[in-house]
């Protein structure tokens, strides 16, 4: 995209975020906030059988209890409202597809699957109520592990499918049978990544208002997409698009957990519809943690050269999806197989994902989006391939990275990265992490007790996806439009989940029409006001929303630059605007206020003005290139136009006493492109590297044989505090991607998997000694413990131990 | 509501960001509800319900506490500050609320209240922490967005501006 930029400078500074002032004040109000005249609350009834036959449903103990207005159950439901489309049918790519009510009409497929609900005047009565509402169940056997559901005979999750299978699809290319003859060594692993989710601090929260005068809807909601989640809305609940309205303007945290197909979101909305009054629901953290994430278990072989080349990569895997959901979470399995083989040069490839449905709560989206799960499974792959080889771990990844010189490059799986130098972010990572320091340290360390481990990994991530047939578009829409006072309003169909997207969109519009940060307000997330726009998602909102932004941006300047040039007497090329002053080259005394000009151009249509088409607007959608969705040869298509990628480096210290791991240090080198905000995209490489993190140290939803869940509260759930994240050294590392506006990548999904495979290396590293290799996941301190234990180590330790140490 | 409730409910006098409040609080509600709902008082978040998160801290005769677990008889007669009370008389932002927004110390905001209540306590306390006693003032603190390394950074200016500007 070249064109010329005014270079105002915004762009590549941290201003602070736009709406800080007023979030810090506790002003900005979240969904849960809001309340309205004669506001109801209702309270959901949740299946406590993974697998069950309904036989019956009394709602009488409920709605007898003062205060209780309504309460409804899956057949009432059903009367009023169609299944929820799907975000990603599984039909749409050949998988199968199951029907997804609002409520649970004659069985349940999962534990807390919603039953029925009640409405009452305060949410105490509700919840009270709640209790008192009788459902009869049949249980019938459930399965909840992914292998054991692929077994014959084992029980259908969804009657009438014959396999407890989404969809079993192969990814790669070239001759992988060849690769392995050709190798001197096969290394083999079984990762096994465990069931956990994203868990922002604000839960999902729901306020519909029915207004009886039109047969409108509005809808205040946690919602990342609320345009495409208006559409679902509209036929679920039988009713246009145009007579709905989505609010999702101040969100909480979002990381995939918000993106719709949440049986909630319909059944709030046919509440207010019903009662005719406002109906809130908020999520608490047990219903939160029901939303699942990530579970795969893999086996992966890699064939080796001795000198520590990857010739070929065979992957198979199972991802356990829990129960069907109208949420997009099983698109994960795919994308993980999709991401194969990550950042090596590796031709031949065969990966086959089996994206599996068990009685396991549902999946939704979690941050990374199953390429997390890649990086996690091919870094503590090449790991164990380094250990067994004798190679270092970073000159393994170095020999097998894509050259520089390589890109664009095409990949076995028919993905096209833009841009990186793998090699060069690596290598600047472990500088800033102090390696050679560190491994004289783990030496020494060895003879006193104190185990050192430190590892390293590397991630792609594909961001900006835009997959054919479904609602995950590649484009984005914004509107600029400037008053006759010269404020600007910047509307954008992207959403701001609370990463700072909007003061980043904004800076890029300061800088192409030449006015000051602070005269821009950006409004999103309102499906009345906003562009048609998809929304939150694959790291996209900078890429898309800044991009269109800066092409409405573009067209508005033209417009005042032109009333300007009219104004003056002067050529439209001379003119200039910069900080909300406009000038001419060929008047160098005169400046014109920015503002003054846009008056002129509303008052003066038929003179100054007349050469514009008013009002001073632009709307502009922006659609980054290489993305293909026209089949290659080989039937591939390349569904990103960004590869964003980094380089991680960990330092910790296990206490073989307790298996407690303890983070020292921590180093990324980063390549997100073109950096609008560095402080925004510091703030979330360190969020994603906090998720990392937490992923495999602590956090783990677990249930029982019976598919009832055990984890419900953040005592169980135990997600990284500030004690347990340790200083991060970052350090930027950018090659511009030559397909978006100004060389963007993504920059808000990436490092959740490269930090967590670091760190699990970094474990093992230090577990080496033991002869201690951990591959089945989250390590926490009983796991690792036990690991110890059954090695033997304790006994033996210390003298001995360190006698054999055998780190390269 | 219903009749056993309203009858077990207790009739709290409390100074709120310095003005008194009479509040009726039912058994088995929380502070943080009362805040919000029935004094919509929502800078005041809910994030967990079991005192784990921290988002909905508050300070309590000048101490933080999670208000969605506070045990009402703990707080006849209290003096409550939620992150609206933070404001200066003149209606500018407290020093630690300009420092977290000039260091960027949030990104989504939704969890900033607790850590903002928490920084004012950690700061009177000592003035001058070390990033290992930041971190552990934090304790009681979750934040899923910035991985902790903004508000670590905000903390330290925030020290810095009260040193040269003491409260």
Redesign the interface.
């Known amino acids: 995209m070249a064109h010329e930029r005014q270079g105002q400078g915004y762009v590549g500074t941290?201003p602070?975020?736009l709406n800080?002032?007023a979030?810090?004040?506790?002003?900005?109000?979240?969904t849960?906030?809001v309340?309205f005249p004669g506001q109801l609350h209702a309270h959901i009834v949740r299946s406590p059988h993974a697998s069950a036959r309904i036989l019956s449903v009394d709602l009488s103990g409920a709605t007898r209890?003062?205060?209780v207005v309504f309460a409804l159950d899956g057949m009432g439901a059903a009367q009023h409202t169609d299944p929820i489309p799907h975000y990603l049918d599984p039909s749409v790519f050949g998988g199968r597809s199951a029907e997804i009510r609002c409520l649970a009409i004659d069985h349940v497929r999962h534990f807390g699957q919603p039953v029925a609900v009640v409405v009452a005047?305060?949410k105490?009565?509700a919840r009270?109520a709640a209790s008192k509402v009788r459902v009869s169940y049949e249980p019938r056997p459930a399965v909840t592990e992914a292998a054991e559901a692929l077994k014959p005979g084992a029980p259908m999750v969804v009657a009438g499918w014959d396999q407890n299978s989404i969809m079993e699809v192969p990814f790669g290319g070239g001759d992988v049978a060849q690769g392995f003859a050709e190798a001197d060594r096969v290394s083999r692993s079984r990762v096994r990544i465990h069931r956990y989710s994203?868990?922002?601090?604000?839960?999902r929260a729901y306020n519909a208002v029915w207004n009886t005068g039109d047969d409108t809807l509005t809808l205040h909601a946690t919602a990342q997409n609320p345009h495409p989640l208006r559409n679902v809305l509209s036929r679920a609940l039988r009713m246009p698009e145009n007579h709905i309205r989505i609010v999702a303007t101040n969100?909480?945290?979002a990381?995939g957990l918000k993106m719709h197909g949440h049986p909630e979101e319909a059944l709030i909305c046919l509440l207010a519809r019903l009662t005719g009054r406002p109906v809130r629901w908020?999520e608490?953290?047990e219903e939160c943690l029901l939303v699942g994430g990530r579970e795969q278990h893999h086996e992966i072989e890699l064939a080796l050269r001795k000198d520590g080349r990857i010739l070929a990569i065979r992957d198979r895997f199972l991802a356990n999806t829990g129960a069907p959901s109208a949420c997009p979470g099983w698109g994960m399995a795919f994308l993980t197989g999709l991401t194969m083989p990550g950042p090596y040069d590796v031709g031949n490839v065969a990966v086959t994902m089996n994206a599996v449905v068990t009685n396991k709560p549902p999946w939704n989206a979690s941050r990374g989006y199953g390429k997390e799960a890649t990086a996690i499974v091919l870094e503590l792959a090449i790991e164990r391939a380094a250990r067994e080889l004798g190679i270092d771990p970073v000159e393994i990844r170095c020999r097998n990275f894509i050259p520089r010189e390589a890109f664009p490059k095409k990949t076995a799986t028919g993905l096209i990265f833009d841009s990186g130098d793998y090699e060069g972010a690596l290598r600047k990572a472990v500088k800033l992490i102090g390696y050679d320091h560190w491994r004289a340290k783990q030496r020494a360390g060895r003879a006193t007790g104190k185990y050192y481990g430190i590892g390293v990994a590397y991630e792609v991530t594909p961001e900006g996806g835009a997959l054919p047939g479904t609602m995950v578009a590649g484009f984005d829409t914004s509107t600029v439009k400037v008053g006759p006072d010269g404020s600007v309003t910047l509307l954008t169909g992207v959403t701001n989940?609370?990463?700072?997207n909007p003061t980043g969109i904004a800076q890029i519009v300061a800088d192409e029409l030449g006015v000051t940060l602070e005269s821009i307000r950006v409004l999103q997330g309102d499906t009345d006001t906003c562009p048609y726009g998809f929304g939150n998602y694959s790291g996209r909102s900078t890429i898309v929303g800044g991009g269109s932004a800066a092409l409405a941006a573009q067209d508005v300047r033209a417009k005042v630059a032109a009333v300007a040039a009219g104004l003056l007497g002067v050529g439209v090329e001379t003119i200039r605007i910069v900080g909300g002053n406009v000038s001419s080259s060929a008047l160098p005394d005169q400046i014109l206020r920015f503002a003054d000009v846009c008056y002129a151009a509303y008052t003066r249509a038929y003179d100054v003005a007349a050469v514009i088409e008013l009002p001073l607007e632009a709307t502009r959608s922006f659609k980054p290139g290489l993305i293909s969705h026209q089949p290659d040869e080989n039937g591939k298509i390349n569904p990103y136009p960004s590869y964003s990628n980094a380089g991680y480096a960990a330092i910790c210290e296990v206490d073989i006493e307790t298996g407690k791991v303890t983070l020292l240090k921590f180093a990324v080198a980063h390549d997100c492109g073109r950096v609008i905000n560095p402080?925004?995209v510091?703030?979330q490489?360190?969020?994603?590297?906090?998720?990392g993190i937490g992923g495999v140290l602590g956090e783990e939803i677990v249930c029982d044989a019976k598919g009832q869940q055990l984890t419900t509260?953040?005592?169980d759930y135990t997600?990284p505090?500030?004690?347990d994240?340790p200083?991060?050294a970052m350090g930027h590392h950018d090659s511009p991607n030559p397909v978006t506006y100004l060389g963007l990548k993504g920059a808000g999904e990436a490092g959740v998997g490269g930090s967590a495979a670091a760190v699990v290396n970094a474990v093992n590293d230090a577990l080496s000694v033991f002869g201690v290799e951990m591959q089945e996941l989250p390590l926490s301190p009983p796991r690792i413990w036990a690991a110890l234990q059954a090695a033997g180590a304790v006994r033996e330790r210390p003298a001995a131990a360190a006698a054999g140490g055998s780190v390269p | 509501m219903s009749q056993e409730l309203l009858e077990d409910s207790v009739l709290l006098q409390l100074r709120v960001n310095g003005q008194p409040r009479e509040v009726e609080i039912q058994p088995a509600q929380s502070l943080l509800d009362v805040l919000r709902e029935d004094l919509r008082l929502t800078g005041t978040h809910m994030g967990c319900m079991t005192g784990h998160c921290g988002a909905c801290t508050v300070l309590i005769n000048g101490r933080i506490a999670k208000s969605c677990i506070t045990p009402e008889v703990t707080l006849r007669r209290a003096e409550i500050t939620t992150v609206e009370g933070l404001v200066q008389g003149d209606g500018c932002l407290h020093p630690v609320q300009q420092a977290f927004w000039d260091a960027s110390g949030f990104q989504c905001g939704y969890c900033s209240p607790g850590f903002l209540l928490a920084t004012v306590e950690l700061l009177k306390d000592n003035p001058s922490p070390s990033d290992d006693e930041i971190r552990h003032a934090f304790a009681g603190n979750l934040c899923r967005c910035t991985g902790y390394q903004s508000i670590v950074r905000a903390v330290r200016v925030a020290a810095d501006k009260l040193k040269e500007n003491p409260q």
């Open positions: 941290s602070r975020q800080g002032d979030v810090l004040r506790g002003k900005v109000p979240f849960a906030d309340l209890i003062a205060g005047g305060d105490r009565t009270y994203t868990q922002p601090i604000e839960t969100i909480g945290g990381f908020v608490d953290r989940p609370g990463t700072g402080v925004l510091e703030g490489a360190c969020g994603a590297i906090a998720f509260s953040f005592v997600m505090r500030a004690a994240v200083a991060v």
